[in-house]
Structure formats: C-alpha cells, structure tokens
C-alpha cells in the first residue's frame, strides 16, 4: 500500500495510529516490549518511554484515529477532542530556525516520556497542516478497517484505505440494500 503511505512529516503518526489493525485486533502497542519496539523502530529511545506511557499512547493513538477519520466528513467526537487537548498541552514545543533559517516546531528541550512524543506528533501535525497535507490523512470508513491511509486523490475525497477490499465491500453492502437483499449472516 506504499501509494496509501503518508509523507515524511505525517508518518510517525500514521504509524502510530496503525499499530492497531482492527479488523485482525492485532494491537502492536499491546505490551512494555511493543512499546519498545516501537520505539526503536522508530527512533524515539531518546525518549525513554516505558510502560507507565502505554495506556496513554493508546489513547493518543485512538484520538489521532478520530481525528482522522474527521478528515472524511464526520465530527471530532468530543471526548477524543478533550483526550487530544489534555494530552498536548502536556507536550510544549519549541520554535527553532534552521541552518537555512527555516522555522522548525521541535519538542522543548529536556522532555521525556510521552510528553515528548506527543510534543513530535504535534509538531509534525503542525508542519503539515502549514504544507496542506494534514486533511489528506485519513481513516478508512469501513466500521471494521479505519486503518489511516494518506489520499493521494487528486480531488482529495477518497473513503476507504484500498478500494479492491474496503470500497469493493461497502459498494457490494449498497448494492444488496438496495436490491432488498441483505449481506449474508447479516454481515
């Protein structure tokens, strides 16, 4: 799905938010050595997150989800929205130039933990909402997906995260309806 792949500055959260897969329920953020993984991969050590952040990098991650999935039209529910406010007033940033005198949004110095991953989400939200690509991240609308893709649609009004699986299965749940025959197993 490389073409679905959000760009540099938005996929830390894409991946994030995708450490959920909820069609399997494989959740990679489900122990202490998830986290670390995670982490690593990723190239937040720095950090020194531990298992004390978990539970809340989870809900930052299912907040960034709703968010997302806002991208396609629907509201920010309002405890998602409240979840996200909490948690990023927790993480400041610091405005930094560049050698080419550029403005960076960084994390403050010296913070750890979540604080300081929140602090690198929001500055990369913040860094693609001034290129105009933050909207362009998007959670699938299948109820049984929302995996967070990038749009890369022209119009910029794509739905689902493939439209071979998800688009395919949601024309064909239309399709029945319409002709008055409900999904099989009432799926």
Excluded at 16 to 31: F, H, P, R, W, Y
Excluded at 102 to 117: M, S
Excluded at 135 to 151: G, M, N, P, S, T
Aim: proline share 6%; with cysteine.
């Amino acid at each position: 799905m490389g073409d679905r792949e959000a760009p540099e500055s938005l996929r830390l959260v894409q991946e994030l938010v995708n450490t959920l897969d909820i069609e399997s329920g494989t959740d990679g953020l489900a122990s202490p050595a998830d986290l670390a993984r995670f982490a690593d991969h990723h190239g937040l050590a720095r950090y020194r997150l531990g298992p004390a952040d978990l539970a809340e990098l989870r809900e930052v991650r299912e907040a960034l989800r709703a968010a997302c999935t806002a991208h396609t039209g629907t509201a920010v529910p309002p405890e998602a929205a409240a979840s996200l406010e909490r948690l990023l007033s927790a993480a400041p940033l610091a405005l930094r130039l560049d050698s080419r005198g550029a403005a960076v949004l960084r994390p403050a110095p010296g913070l750890t933990g979540l604080p300081a991953l929140t602090a690198q989400l929001a500055a990369r939200i913040a860094t693609a909402a001034g290129e105009g690509t933050w909207q362009r991240l998007k959670a699938c609308e299948a109820h049984d997906c929302r995996w967070v893709y990038y749009d890369r649609s022209p119009a910029g009004r794509s739905r689902w995260c493939s439209m071979a699986v998800c688009g395919s299965r949601a024309k064909m749940r239309t399709y029945r309806a319409r002709r008055g025959q409900g999904p099989p197993g009432g799926s």
